[in-house]
């Protein structure tokens, strides 16, 4: 989403950076430390540039290397005065993020009370992604935190709003500080939280009726008509191989984040909190989180080809060639549903490469 939609001439000093890939941030001069903290790269020449910039933005030539802007702005009232209330602070500082560019592009705003984060509000000028995202990333997170076990590791919905100029918002807790951190490898914190979150939620089920057959389904039946032709008969026969093979097993559905990855979660005080649900779903295929855990981290992190995270897959026992390709096909259905048949380069790149994956999935057995 365009940040400037947000903004509105005023008092606040901002910079105003992107990266490579068009995503976009704003963040004020004043506490900028805190309020960086929205900003989270994955490469070392971003985390180098979030230690830099707190002292560095002064200096024209830096920003000019950084295409950076300065201008002073406000958020405007519409979008201020529900995240003043939801968050009940007399005054409120704030940091822009864009979004990842997609379609389902949405900005995401920080807010602090110039020490404490308070929470987060998510904003789209979409009425499909603010009930398909919004509304309901807002019902899985209040029936989660309907156990007790889940409180304080998942955020509070605290407000959904539809302004009066033709935006959405999702207001939203957190406890991350400055002190939290990002874990980027698969350790027993994050076991301990998957195996709470299914031990809270699994539900005995026919396979045919869990929400990742139901995706599957949805891919062969009509998302497969979206993906591009070099492809397209290799995924919808290994769809329909999935889901014959699925269809009279019986298993243990559970609650499945769907984009478990190092930069939906932090440790805080020693415990993982995990935000960002808004593809969650309420009936997954036990294990699907932990391969995209380890797929996501070695895709976008550790640019792994596909036989090395066939060999990364392979060192862990509880993920066998079934659950890769229900993973695969799952996350092919995903955003086939989501670009209409539009493949940008990068995504067809990660349709190829997972195609490949699926290729290579029976490897693990």
């Not at 989660?144 to 959904?160: C, G, H, K, T, W």
């Amino acid at each position: 989403m365009d940040i400037d939609r947000l903004l509105t001439s005023g008092h606040h000093k901002l910079i105003s950076f992107a990266n490579a890939d068009g995503k976009r941030w704003a963040v004020p001069v004043n506490g900028m430390k805190l309020a960086l903290a929205i900003y989270q790269p994955g490469s070392a020449k971003g985390r180098l540039l979030k230690r830099l910039l707190p002292v560095m933005w002064r200096f024209g030539m830096f920003r000019r290397m950084l295409h950076a802007d300065l201008g002073y702005y406000d958020l405007i009232p519409s979008v201020n005065q529900p995240c003043v209330d939801s968050f009940d602070a007399k005054a409120l500082n704030w940091s822009i993020f864009g979004g990842t560019p997609s379609s389902d592009s949405k900005a995401t705003i920080q807010c602090d009370n110039g020490h404490d984060i308070l929470g987060y509000c998510k904003v789209t000028d979409s009425p499909d992604i603010a009930l398909r995202l919004f509304k309901h990333e807002s019902l899985l997170l209040d029936f989660l935190n309907s156990f007790e076990q889940m409180r304080s590791r998942i955020p509070v919905a605290l407000d959904y709003v539809a302004t009066d100029d033709d935006l959405y918002l999702f207001i939203q807790s957190t406890v991350k500080t400055l002190k939290s951190k990002e874990v980027h490898q698969w350790t027993p914190l994050h076991q301990r939280f998957q195996d709470e979150l299914h031990s809270l939620t699994a539900t005995p089920m026919k396979a045919a009726e869990t929400d990742s057959f139901l995706s599957i389904r949805r891919l062969y039946d009509t998302y497969a008509n979206v993906i591009p032709e070099e492809l397209r008969d290799f995924v919808s026969d290994s769809a329909q191989q999935v889901l014959a093979n699925l269809s009279d097993m019986e298993v243990s559905a559970v609650v499945t984040h769907r984009d478990f990855t190092p930069w939906n979660m932090i440790v805080s005080d020693g415990s993982l909190f995990v935000f960002d649900w808004e593809y969650g779903i309420y009936h997954g295929v036990p294990g699907l989180d932990k391969c995209h855990f380890l797929i996501q981290t070695a895709i976008f992190e550790q640019h792994a080809s596909p036989e090395s995270v066939i060999r990364l897959l392979k060192q862990h026992e509880d993920i066998d060639a079934m659950l890769l390709k229900i993973y695969l096909l799952d996350m092919i259905s995903l955003y086939a549903s989501r670009c209409s048949g539009q493949w940008t380069d990068s995504d067809y790149d990660t349709l190829a490469y997972r195609a490949r994956l699926l290729g290579m999935a029976d490897m693990l057995d």
